[in-house]
């Protein structure tokens, strides 16, 4: 909602409104930068261990497989890089697309949560159930079946200001279905797929932060 302003005072809110140049005022609009993902630290981590990179697979994938029956979590890593250093945050939101053309995930697990990991020096079967920094920062209650995906959205703003404050260089989330064995034994695909494609910034995960003054 635009302020009211006293008469002398209309051409400053008119140079705010097309130029950040205009601090004189005492507006400083809020600035906003894009975190792209970390593709050394995002991709999918199976029950056994094997991890599988989005330079390899163009999906990040939770759920379990057929015929093995092996689980799998997803994890997702942002590159903090692009924050300038003491930057105040006021708010950060994770955007990524995802569906569920798999079988029934949902309906076999449930919601599917999202934790807070630490992933910075490597991804291995460690970071299956370790290296949380705090579980159940979100859910996820269902998605569409098929090809068509849905935009998620999560503020990540508190996960981010840590890994800040703690010198990590990426903030990293892992989403995981809530079982810790193999989830089932039908031989069936139930998957979750969150698009992760290396070429194309718009299909793969992203967060918009927000700077303050």
Do not use: W
């Not at 924050?83 to 995930?105: C, D």
């Amino acid at each position: 909602m635009a302020r009211n302003f006293k008469s002398g005072l209309f051409l400053c809110l008119s140079l705010t409104a097309i130029s950040a140049v205009a601090t004189g005022c005492g507006i400083i609009p809020p600035q906003t930068i894009t975190l792209d993902t970390a593709f050394d630290r995002t991709g999918t981590l199976r029950g056994d261990g094997q991890f599988t990179g989005m330079l390899t697979n163009n999906f990040v994938i939770a759920g379990d497989e057929g015929n093995t029956n092996q689980p799998q979590r997803g994890i997702i890593s942002l590159s903090l890089n692009p924050i300038p250093a003491g930057a105040t945050i006021t708010q950060v939101v994770l955007r990524l697309e995802a569906s569920a053309p798999e079988g029934n995930p949902f309906t076999d697990f449930g919601a599917m949560q999202v934790d807070h990991v630490n992933v910075v020096s490597s991804i291995t079967i460690v970071n299956y159930v370790g290296g949380t920094l705090a579980e159940n920062i979100a859910s996820i209650p269902s998605l569409p079946s098929g090809l068509l995906r849905e935009v998620v959205e999560i503020d990540i703003t508190t996960q981010v200001q840590e890994d800040l404050a703690a010198g990590r260089p990426i903030s990293s989330f892992r989403f995981q279905f809530p079982f810790l064995a193999t989830p089932s034994a039908d031989g069936t695909f139930d998957q979750v797929f969150i698009s992760a494609n290396q070429n194309d910034i718009t299909l793969r995960p992203t967060a918009t932060v927000t700077l303050g003054s």
